[in-house]
């Protein structure tokens, strides 16, 4: 059977919502707090786009979680996240952005698998970024050249639909950079 975990903020009881019915802000939006109006709401769109407000996130590997609430925990300004064991409900999608996670319309809570001490962050990001390019590199290498293509053909034509360039993606990650540990 298959292990489903979900990593975010404390507190989440029940079952994990999408932000479209829970109204919670996006990574990149909490990041960019206290930036200017109009780079708050260009990462609204562009979260929107890269990650659909009306799913949630689930992985199968529960460091990529701990990395998660961890991260979480640090743009909310919360001493922990918390690593949920979720059952997901609904049709599952691979995650175009991101190897080995998934999306679907909810999940329920079974369980807590893990607390995250946002102060694990710094360790924990040095190991999500080897973990990234390695399982980016062979999730890529496994794909068919058509593969390839018609994957980066949706994300591009989803964000060109919306006015997004790559410029757009590159501002947005780095503008809040300086706000998360090093």
Known sequence: MTRWFHGGPAGIRGEILPRSVTGAASWHALRLAGQPAA????????A???????RVYLTTDIRLARYLAARRACVMRQPRGVVYAVRPAGEL??????PCAWLCP??????????V????????AKWF???QHNAGVRAWDALTDADRAAAFAALASRMQAHGITIEDVRSLLHAGAAKEPA
Not at 39 to 46: L, M, S
Not at 106 to 115: D, N, P, V, Y
Not at 117 to 124: C, E, I, R, V, W
């Open 39 to 46: 780079a708050a709401a260009r990462a609204a769109e562009i």
């Open 48 to 54: 929107d786009v890269m990650g659909p407000p009306d």
């Open 93 to 98: 999608l691979a995650d175009m952005n991101m």
């Open 106 to 115: 909810s999940a329920e809570i079974t369980g807590l698998a893990a607390l």
């Open 117 to 124: 001490p946002a102060t694990d962050l710094p360790g924990l």
């Open 129 to 131: 970024t080897r973990w």
